[in-house]
C-alpha cells in the first residue's frame, strides 16, 4: 500500500468535480447580468441554439447554457451582441472557431477528418443490412428442417423433464 | 481498526475469487466434482467478506473516521445520515468497493439459483465470474483502496460534493452497478458454453432470465441517472451525450440486442454464435465504460478521478478479458448447429433485424464518443463530438426500428405472410398514423418531429393492446375464463409487452419535450410576473434559509394558469459551508403533461434575480417509459419457466408447460408465447 | 476456426491500442487555431498608467511573448518568477492583465515584481477572447512581424523554457 500522499488532494477534489470550472481558470466571480433580449422570437431561438452547440472551452463537458464559469458568462454575452448586430448564425460559429478552433463545436464541421465520423455509422448500416440480407437469402431454403440435432434433441430432453429431473 | 478490518476482509475476499476463478474451472476440465463444488461455496465467503468490507467502511462514514482518506474526502460531521450511508460509493474508491459487492451478490445468486443446472455448467459460470471478480478486486486492493489512513488525522471532512447530496443519488450507483455487473453473469455463462463447447438452446434458456434482470436495472439506473440530472443541473437537460452517459448507453443497447437475441436462439435454437458474440460484447462494453469512466481518457461532467495508474491497470485487465473472450470465439464458435430455417418475412428475421439496428446505434455511439480521442492519437486536432451530432445519427436509427416493433411481437416464427400482416395491422397502422399526425396539434404548432413520435408511439402502444385482445378472445373450442387466459399468457410475454409500450412512453416523452420545451432567462423582482408556456410565474418573496451543511436564498414563486394559483415553487441558491461555489436547487412541480421548473441564475441589484423558468412539456412520459421498461424486464425474467425447480416431489408433470417448453426449443411451435390464430 | 470471427479481435485490439495512446494525452488542452496567424489587433489602457495607451503594434519590430495573467489566478502567481527568468535572458515581455481590477492586479505587481514591458488592461475579457484564452496563464509568442509563432497554457517551467521558448525565441531573432 502505498502511504497517503497530501499532493493527492486535489485529485480528489476533481474526483467528482460535477460542473466546477478548472479554478485557475475559472477567474473571479462574474458581474451580475441581467438577461439577455433580443429583437424578435427568431433571433432568441438562434442564440438558444448557438449556445446549446457551443462549448465551453473551461469546463469539463458542458455547452454554453450549462456553464456557469465567467467566459462562458462572456461568451454568452458575446454571441447575443453579435446576434442584435445582425451577424448570422454561421458568422458567429466562424468568429469562435476562429479564436477557439473546432473543438469549441458540438456539431463536428463536415472536412476531410470528419467525414469518418459523420458516414460511418450510415457505411455500418448498409454493411449490417446487407450481411443480415445475404444470410437471410441463403437460408430461405432451410424452412422445415429439423433445427437441432439428434444428440442435442437427446440432450434437452433430459434437461427439459424427460430425464426426470425437472421440469419447466 | 476500522480500515484494517475492511482492508483485512477485501484481501480475504481477493484470496476467495482466486480459489473461485481457477479450481471449479480445473474441476470441470478434469471431472472432479469436489473442485467443481469449490465455486459455491467461494462465491458465499466472498461475498460475506465483501459485505464486511463494506460495512466497515460504511461504520466509517457514519462515525465520522476522517483518519480514513476517503472518509475525510468525501464525508463531513454535518453532512445528513442518508448522506454519509451514500456518500461510501460518492467517490471512485467507495463506488468501486459498491461494484465489488454487487459482484459478490451476483455471484452468489448464480450460486444459489442455479442449483438445478449440470455442475459443469455451474463450475464453469462461477469460475468466470471468480476470474472477473479477481480482476475488480484486485484493481481496488492494488490502485484504489479506500481504507487507506490519513496521517495525521483530519479535524473534519471536505463533504460530499453537494450534487450528490441527493435522493436520487442515493440510489442510482446501486442500480446502475446492478446492471453493469449484472451482465457479467450473461458474459459467464457464454464463456462457459464456449468452453463446455456447448451452445445450445439450454444454455440460451438458462441465461436468458438473468439478463433480462440485468438490463432491468441498468434501465432503472440510466434512467435515474438522467432523472437526477434533470433537477439537480439545474438547467433543464435530462440526457447530455455526455461520454459517460454514452458509456452506460452503449452496454444497454448491446444488452438490449442480446435480450432480443437470446429469445431467437431460446425459442428456435438460431443464431447462437450470434448470440455469444453479443453476450461477450456486452460484457466488453460494461468494461469499457468502467474504463472511460475511471481513466480521464476523455472529459466528462461525471468523471472520477484522473490517475493513469488506474487506466492502465483497467486497460490491462480489460485487454485480458475481451481478447481472450473472443480468441475463445473464434476457436469454438461454428461448431454449433443453423438453428431452425426461416423465412424473409418472420419473427427471426425481424428480431435479427432489430439486431443489427440497435448494434449499430451502439457502434455509433462508441464512433462518435472515441473519435475525438482517435483525431487526437493521430495528432489530427481536437474536436468535440457532442448532442448535434448523436442526434442527427441516433434518430433516424431509431425509427425503422420503432416501426419494426408494432410489426414484431405480431410477426410468427418460422413465416409470415406480409401481406395478412399488414391487413392485420391495417386500422391500428392508419388509426395511429392520423391520431399522431394530429397529437402535437394540442402541445404547440405542428413539428414533424413530435409527430413521428407520436405516431410511433401510439403504433407500438395500439398493436401491443390489439395483439393482448387477440390472445385473451376467448377460442372456439376452449372453456377457459379470462382469469385462466391471462394466466396462459405468460409473463414472458407480459413483460415483453409492458417494456414495449415503455419504450413508446419514451419516444413520447422524448420528441414532445425535444420539440416544445420552453425556457427563459429572466429578471424578477419581488412582486413582477413573468409568462413563460401559457403560464404565469409571481415572484412573492425572497428569503433566506438555512439548511443542515449550508445557507441559501430561497425565492418565493406563484404559478397561475389562467388567473388560477396553481402551484408555489421555492427554488433556492445554496452556499455550502464547505463549498466555495454556490448551488442552485432547483424547484418542480411535476405534472403528467408538462413540468414547471424554477431556478435561480444570479442575483441583481435591486432585490431581484435572474431567474430561468422552463415549461418541459411530457417530461414524465420519460421516466415513466423507462420505469415500464425494467418492469417489463423484471416480469419477463420471472416467467415460470425459468423457475425449474429440483425437488422430486414437484414432479407431478404438467402436460402442457413440458409440451410447450420441448416445442418451443424444436422450433415446432411457440412454446409460452402462442401466436393467434390471426 | 473461421477468419471471420477473427474480425472482433483485431478490431478489439485495436482499439486497445487507441485507448493506450489516450491515457498520456491530455483531453483539456485545446491548441490555438492562431498559431501562424496575424496577432489580433488591440488598443488597451496601460495598466500602470491609465493615460498610456498599448497596441498589438507597440509589439512589432522585435519578437516577444504576450503573457495573459489575473491576480486572481493561482497559476500566475506560481508562474511569475519565470517571467523575470525570460526578462533576464533579454525576452520583451508584454502582458495581458485579463478581467482584473487595476488595484488588485498592481498589488500583485507590487509584491512579486514587474517585469512587462508594457501591459494591456483588459477588463471586459474581450482582448482575451479575440486571443482564444480559456485558461489563465496563456503565453503567446510573437515574432516581429505580428505573427503568434507559439502558445503555452498553463504555467510557464524552467523545462518549457529550455526546450520550447527559448530555442523558438533564439530562431525568431536571427530571422529578423
Known amino acids: 500500500m502505498r502511504p497517503w500522499n497530501y499532493l493527492q488532494l486535489p485529485l480528489f477534489v476533481a474526483a467528482i468535480a460535477l460542473l466546477m470550472p478548472m479554478t485557475a481558470a475559472a477567474g473571479p466571480t462574474a458581474p451580475p447580468s441581467e438577461p439577455m433580449t433580443f429583437d424578435s422570437e427568431l433571433d432568441e431561438q438562434r442564440y438558444q441554439k448557438l449556445i446549446r452547440e457551443l462549448r465551453c472551452t473551461v469546463c469539463q463537458n458542458q455547452n454554453l447554457i450549462e456553464s456557469n464559469a465567467p467566459l462562458a458568462n462572456d461568451l454568452r454575452r458575446q454571441i447575443a451582441l453579435m446576434i442584435n448586430d445582425g451577424s448570422d448564425t454561421d458568422e458567429i460559429v466562424d468568429y469562435m472557431v476562429a479564436r477557439y478552433g473546432d473543438f469549441v463545436l458540438f456539431r463536428p464541421p463536415m472536412k476531410g477528418i470528419t467525414y469518418l465520423l459523420w458516414f460511418g455509422p450510415v457505411a455500418m448500416l448498409l454493411i449490417g443490412l446487407g450481411t443480415l440480407g445475404t444470410i437471410l437469402w441463403r437460408r430461405r431454403t432451410q424452412v422445415g428442417s429439423e433445427p437441432l440435432s439428434t444428440d442435442e434433441e437427446e440432450r434437452l430432453r433430459s434437461l427439459l423433464g424427460d430425464g426426470g429431473h425437472d421440469k419447466t | ?678 | ?176
Open chain 3, 1 to 176: 476456426m473461421k477468419l471471420r470471427f477473427l474480425i472482433p479481435l483485431v478490431a478489439f485490439i485495436a482499439l486497445v491500442g487507441l485507448l493506450f495512446v489516450g491515457l498520456s494525452l491530455d483531453p483539456r488542452e485545446i491548441p490555438s487555431p492562431l498559431i501562424g496567424k496575424e496577432a489580433p489587433g488591440f488598443d488597451l489602457p496601460e495598466l500602470r498608467n491609465e493615460e498610456v495607451r498599448f497596441a498589438r503594434e507597440d509589439m512589432l519590430g522585435k519578437p516577444a511573448l504576450l503573457n495573459v495573467w489575473a491576480s486572481w489566478c493561482v497559476t500566475c502567481r506560481q508562474e511569475h518568477p519565470m517571467l523575470a527568468e525570460l526578462r533576464r535572458a533579454g525576452v520583451p515581455i508584454y502582458g495581458l492583465n485579463y478581467k482584473d481590477t487595476r488595484s488588485d492586479a498592481l498589488r500583485f505587481l507590487g509584491q512579486f515584481g514587474d517585469p512587462y514591458d508594457a501591459i494591456g488592461f483588459d477588463e471586459s475579457g474581450l482582448v482575451g477572447i479575440d486571443y482564444g484564452v480559456y485558461a489563465t496563464p496563456e503565453t503567446f509568442l510573437i515574432d516581429s512581424n505580428g505573427k503568434i509563432r507559439f502558445k503555452h497554457i498553463g504555467m510557464i517551467t524552467p523545462e518549457v523554457i529550455e526546450t520550447r521558448i527559448l530555442p523558438l525565441y533564439r530562431q525568431l531573432e536571427a530571422e529578423t
Open chain 2, 1 to 678: 481498526m476500522v480500515a484494517e478490518i475492511g482492508l483485512f476482509a477485501l484481501i480475504l475476499a481477493f484470496l476467495l475469487a482466486i480459489a473461485q476463478g481457477t479450481l471449479p474451472l480445473i474441476g470441470a476440465a478434469r471431472g472432479d466434482t469436489a473442485l467443481m463444488a469449490v465455486g459455491r461455496s467461494a462465491a458465499y465467503g466472498q461475498l460475506v467478506f465483501l459485505g464486511i468490507a463494506y460495512a466497515m467502511l460504511t461504520y466509517a462514514f457514519v462515525t465520522d473516521d476522517f483518519s480514513i482518506a476517503y472518509v475525510a474526502n468525501h464525508s463531513n460531521t454535518l453532512l445528513p445520515t442518508q448522506y454519509k450511508v451514500s456518500g461510501v460509493w460518492g467517490g471512485h474508491e467507495g463506488s468501486l468497493l459498491l461494484w465489488v459487492l454487487i459482484l459478490g451478490f451476483w455471484s452468489a445468486a448464480v450460486a444459489t439459483f442455479s442449483r438445478s443446472l449440470p455442475r459443469e455448467v455451474v463450475a464453469r459460470v462461477l469460475g468466470v465470474m471468480g476470474l472477473v471478480a479477481i480482476g475488480f478486486i484486485g484493481f481496488t486492493l492494488f490502485t484504489s483502496s479506500p481504507f487507506e489512513r490519513l496521517i495525521p488525522a483530519a479535524m473534519e471532512g471536505r463533504d460530499l460534493n453537494p450534487m450528490l447530496q441527493d435522493p436520487g443519488l442515493i440510489i442510482h450507483p446501486p442500480m446502475l452497478y446492478m446492471g453493469y455487473v449484472g451482465f457479467s453473469v450473461a458474459f459467464a455463462f457464454a464463456i462457459a458454453a464456449l468452453i463446455g463447447g456447448r451452445l445450445d438452446a439450454a444454455w440460451a434458456r438458462w441465461s436468458r432470465p438473468w439478463t433480462a434482470v440485468a438490463w432491468a436495472f441498468l434501465t432503472v439506473g440510466i434512467g435515474l441517472g438522467s432523472w437526477w440530472a434533470y433537477y439537480v443541473l439545474g438547467w433543464g437537460g435530462w440526457w447530455f451525450w455526455d461520454p459517460v452517459e454514452n458509456a452506460s448507453f452503449m452496454p444497454w443497447l448491446m444488452g438490449t440486442a442480446l435480450l432480443h437475441s437470446l429469445a431467437v436462439t431460446e425459442k428456435r435454437g438460431g443464431f447462437k454464435n450470434w448470440t455469444v458474440m453479443l453476450a461477450i460484447l456486452t460484457f466488453s462494453l460494461v468494461l469499457l465504460a468502467a474504463f472511460l469512466v475511471r481513466s480521464g481518457v476523455l472529459t466528462s461532467v461525471h468523471a472520477f478521478a484522473v490517475d493513469p495508474d488506474r487506466g492502465l491497470y483497467l486497460l490491462l485487465f480489460m485487454a485480458v478479458v475481451v481478447a481472450g473472450s473472443l480468441t475463445l470465439f473464434a476457436w469454438r464458435a461454428g461448431k454449433v448447429g443453423l438453428g431452425g430455417g426461416f423465412q424473409l418475412v418472420s419473427r427471426e428475421s425481424a428480431l435479427l433485424t432489430n439486431n443489427v439496428l440497435l448494434v449499430v446505434a451502439a457502434a455509433a455511439v462508441l464512433l462518435g464518443t472515441l473519435y475525438p480521442l482517435f483525431l487526437d492519437a493521430f495528432g489530427l486536432g481536437k474536436i468535440s463530438v457532442g448532442p448535434p451530432y448523436f442526434e442527427a445519427v441516433f434518430l433516424p436509427l431509431m425509427l425503422p426500428l420503432l416501426l419494426l416493433l408494432g410489426f414484431g411481437p405480431r410477426l410468427r416464427w418460422k413465416q409470415d405472410s406480409p401481406t395478412e400482416l399488414l391487413w392485420r395491422l391495417r386500422w391500428i397502422f392508419g388509426v395511429s398514423l392520423v391520431f399522431g399526425m394530429i397529437w402535437p396539434l394540442f402541445v404547440g404548432s405542428w413539428s414533424f418531429l413530435a409527430g413521428i413520435g407520436a405516431f410511433l408511439g401510439l403504433w407500438i402502444i395500439g398493436s401491443s393492446l390489439k395483439d393482448l385482445v387477440d390472445r385473451l378472445r376467448p377460442r372456439r373450442e376452449s372453456q377457459q375464463t379470462l382469469g385462466t387466459r391471462v394466466r396462459r399468457l405468460g409473463r414472458s410475454y407480459v413483460g415483453m409487452q409492458v417494456a414495449h409500450i415503455g419504450v413508446a412512453l419514451v419516444v413520447i416523452g422524448v420528441t414532445f419535450v425535444l420539440g416544445y420545451d420552453d425556457e427563459r432567462d429572466v429578471r424578477m423582482a419581488v412582486g413582477q410576473t413573468v409568462e413563460v408556456g401559457g403560464y404565469g410565474f409571481r415572484l412573492d418573496s425572497l428569503d433566506e434559509v438555512r439548511g443542515p451543511n449550508f445557507d441559501a436564498d430561497q425565492a418565493t414563486v406563484s404559478v397561475f394558469r389562467d388567473g388560477q394559483l396553481m402551484t408555489t415553487l421555492t427554488p433556492q441558491m445554496r452556499y455550502y459551508f464547505s463549498q466555495e461555489q454556490p448551488m442552485a436547487h432547483t424547484s418542480l412541480h411535476r405534472g403528467i403533461f408538462r413540468d414547471l421548473y424554477v431556478n435561480m441564475g444570479e442575483e441583481l441589484p435591486g432585490n431581484a434575480w435572474v431567474m430561468r423558468v422552463y415549461y418541459k412539456p411530457y417530461m414524465n412520459w420519460v421516466w415513466a417509459g423507462a420505469v415500464l421498461m425494467a418492469l417489463g424486464g423484471f416480469l419477463a425474467a420471472s416467467d415460470r419457466r425459468y423457475r425449474m425447480r429440483v425437488r422430486r416431489e414437484d414432479e407431478v408433470v404438467d402436460e402442457d408447460a413440458k409440451l410447450a417448453a420441448k416445442d418451443a426449443v424444436k422450433g415446432r411451435g411457440d412454446g409460452a408465447e402462442p401466436n393467434p390464430a390471426g
